[in-house]
């Protein structure tokens, strides 16, 4: 099965930026598949929401409390994604979840990273 880990947590004064990577890894890599990758985040006492995606073709989504201001790329390649977070706002911390959405004959399956603290200090 797909194993998600995710780097690049931590604390960040407003204004300032980090910068966060999950690789992924499994056999299902092996065989050619459609994919989603991207960041959720949960903050405390809130849902859990999309942040970024990207797709394998290289389409991207953002929420509208990130646009402009956190990028989501990805690297084929090394099966990762990243996604870096510039302006940070206090409202951003959170709990930053890497998710991979993979998508065969139609059925998508997600898989999820261990979470991820990111902490802004105003």
């Known amino acids: 099965q797909v194993q998600l880990v995710e780097f690049g947590g931590g604390l960040a004064q407003a204004g300032g930026s980090l910068r966060l990577s999950c690789a992924a890894s499994?056999?299902?890599?092996?065989?050619?598949?459609?994919?989603?990758m991207g960041w959720y985040r949960q903050a405390p006492g809130k849902e859990r929401e999309l942040v970024a995606d990207i797709s394998s073709g290289g389409s991207t989504n953002y929420a509208d409390s990130v646009k402009g201001r956190f990028t989501v790329s990805r690297d084929n390649a090394k099966n990762t994604v990243y996604l870096q977070m510039n302006s940070l706002k206090p409202e951003d911390t959170a709990v930053y979840y890497c998710?991979?959405?993979?998508?065969?004959?139609?059925?998508?399956?997600?898989?999820w990273g261990q979470g991820t603290q990111v902490t802004v200090s105003s």
């Open positions: 499994g056999s299902i890599f092996s065989i050619k598949t459609s994919n989603t």
């Open positions: 998710n991979a959405r993979i998508t065969v004959l139609s059925i998508s399956r997600d898989y």
